[in-house]
T-cell receptor, first 117, second 110 residues
Framework: ETGVTQTPRHLVMGMTNKKSLKCEQH?????MYWYKQSAKKPLELMFV???????ENNSVPSRFSPECPNSSHLFLHLHTLQPEDSALYLC????????????????FGQGTRLTVV | DAKTTQPPSMDCAEGRAANLPCNHS???????VYWYRQIHSQGPQYIIH???NNETNEMASLIITEDRKSSTLILPHATLRDTAVYYC???????????FGAGTTVTVRA
């Protein structure tokens, strides 16, 4: 148990479906992340949120739409995905340092294994 | 623009120490060295981090060279459960971005 919970753990969806991945962190962190990991490839950083504001969007297609309603929750809304989007989607959180608090390490959820058919 | 270089794979024997190298020759003075590992199909797990001094915790030791251009992660007594991909990352304190490279695939053999 890392303090970062992702649901669902597994998801199969058709190319015309709309679904959402959910991530929740109970660690009081100020940053949350979405990563994609395709088979036998390194983790790709997709989005970074700092205090609910998106600070990074690594040229991710618009069929992936993140939402961060508060500092504890992060969603990834999916629509009209392609089979090549099948991957493990990982959420993480961390406390990024400032003058008052130092960096902490990132904590990852167990991921959602997404299959697009 | 890779900030770290790691060997793609290495084997080690169960019960022996595993020494994982990482080169970060362009590291800046305010960049920390972090190590994570990812066991198959799970989320990455933090191991250890340091700035310039050697560090040790219950999982591993981190040795950083004096010029900070390279580091070594040491797993003192490798077990089969240490088989994983190990990532070395450099990161500025206060930088939100956390990017992973290809890492080193470590296989511990009985």
């Amino acid at each position: 148990e890392t303090g970062v919970t992702q649901t669902p753990r597994h998801l199969v969806m058709g190319m015309t479906n709309k679904k959402s991945l959910k991530c929740e962190q109970h660690l009081g962190h100020n940053a949350m992340y979405w990563y994609k990991q395709s088979a036998k490839k390194p983790l790709e950083l997709m989005f970074v949120y700092n205090f609910k504001e998106q600070t990074e969007n690594n040229s991710v297609p618009s069929r992936f739409s993140p939402e961060c309603p508060n500092s504890s929750h992060l969603f990834l809304h999916l629509h009209t995905l392609q089979p090549e989007d099948s991957a493990l989607y990982l959420c993480a959180s961390s406390q990024v340092g400032n003058k008052r608090r130092a960096n902490t390490e990132a904590f990852f959820g167990q991921g959602t294994r997404l299959t697009v058919v | 623009d890779a900030k770290t270089t790691q060997p793609p794979s290495m084997d080690c024997a169960e019960g022996r120490a595993a020494n994982l190298p990482c080169n970060h020759s362009t590291i800046s003075g305010n960049e920390y060295v972090y190590w994570y590992r990812q066991i198959h199909s799970q989320g990455p797990q933090y191991i250890i981090h340091g700035l310039k001094n050697n560090e040790t915790n219950e999982m591993a030791s981190l040795i950083i060279t004096e010029d900070r251009k390279s580091s070594t992660l040491i797993l003192p007594h490798a077990t089969l459960r240490d088989t994983a991909v190990y990532y070395c990352i450099v990161r500025v304190e206060g930088d939100y971005k956390l990017s992973f490279g290809a890492g080193t695939t470590v296989t511990v053999r009985a």
